[in-house]
C-alpha cells in the first residue's frame, strides 16, 4: 500500500526566504506527482504535475523535482510572500489512477 | 485549467435526513471522478472512484449504501450522503481527470457537512 509522508508537517518563515518542502513515497510505480495548495475551508488548487520520466517541472517562484527511484519529491518556492501561506499537498498517482495524498506541510510567511 | 464545479459550499442538515453533493466539470469530460473526504488538519482519503455509466468503486471501510455514488454522464457525478448523522461531518472534496489528459486531476472547492 502507498504511503506519502510530508515533512515538515508546519513550517513558518519571514517573508523573502527560499523554502524548501518534502515529500517521500514508498512505491515507486508511480504515473505520476502532483502539488496542491489548499486554502483553510477551500478545494485543492494544482500547483505542479510531474510525470514520472520528468526530473523536475518550474511554474513561476515555484520548481518541484521529482527522484522516483528514491520515492522523493521537492517543491522549492522563491522569495516566500505572505500570500503563500496555505497547506502544500502532494499526491502520487498509481495503479487506477487513483491519487495518495500526503500528510500535508502548514506554511506561513510572516511579514 | 480545467475547472470542476462542486455543490453546495456549505450545507447544514439535520441527523436522519440525506444530503446531495454535485460535482461538474465545466469545460471537460470526465470518465472518472473521485469523491473524497476531509476531517480537520489530515489529508483527504479517497472514498470511491465514480465511473460514467457504471457502479461506483469504494474503498475499504466506505459503506456504499450510505455514501451513494451516481456519474450519469460526463460532465456529472453525485455523491448522496443517506441518513446523515453526525459523525458524518466533514468535508467532501471531488476531483475529476479530463479524457484528453487523463493524468492530471482537477478538483472541486469542497463541500462542508455539517450534520447536527
Known amino acids: 500500500k502507498q504511503e506519502v509522508t510530508q515533512i515538515p508537517a508546519a513550517l513558518s518563515v519571514p517573508e523573502g526566504e527560499n523554502l524548501v518542502l518534502n515529500c517521500s513515497f514508498t512505491d515507486s510505480a508511480i504515473y505520476n506527482l502532483q502539488w496542491f495548495r489548499q486554502d483553510p475551508g477551500k478545494g485543492l488548487t494544482s500547483l505542479l504535475l510531474?510525470?514520472?520520466?520528468?526530473r523536475e517541472q518550474t511554474s513561476g517562484r515555484l520548481n518541484a523535482s521529482l527522484d522516483k527511484s528514491s520515492g522523493r519529491s521537492t517543491l522549492y518556492i522563491a522569495a516566500s510572500q505572505p500570500g503563500d501561506s496555505a497547506t502544500y499537498l502532494c499526491?502520487?498517482?498509481?495503479?487506477?489512477?487513483?491519487?495518495?495524498f500526503g500528510t500535508g506541510t502548514q506554511l506561513k510567511v510572516e511579514l | 485549467g480545467a475547472v470542476v464545479s462542486q455543490h453546495p459550499s456549505r450545507v447544514i442538515c439535520k441527523s436522519g435526513t440525506s444530503v446531495k453533493i454535485e460535482c461538474r466539470s465545466l469545460d471537460f469530460q470526465a470518465t472518472t471522478m473521485f469523491w473524497y473526504r476531509q476531517f480537520p488538519k489530515q489529508s483527504l482519503m479517497l472514498m470511491a472512484t465514480?465511473?460514467?455509466?457504471?457502479?461506483?468503486?469504494?474503498e475499504q471501510g466506505v459503506e456504499k449504501d450510505k455514501f451513494l455514488i451516481n456519474h450519469a454522464s460526463l460532465t456529472l457525478s453525485t455523491l448522496t450522503v443517506t441518513s446523515a448523522h453526525p459523525e458524518d461531518s466533514s468535508f467532501y472534496i471531488c476531483?475529476?481527470?479530463?479524457?484528453?489528459?487523463?493524468?492530471?486531476?482537477?478538483f472541486g472547492q469542497g463541500t462542508r457537512l455539517t450534520v447536527v
Open positions: 510531474i510525470q514520472s520520466s520528468q
Open positions: 499526491a502520487v498517482t498509481g495503479g487506477g489512477n487513483k491519487l495518495t
Open positions: 465514480s465511473n460514467e455509466g457504471s457502479k461506483a468503486t469504494y
Open positions: 476531483s475529476a481527470r479530463d479524457i484528453d489528459r487523463a493524468t492530471e486531476a482537477f
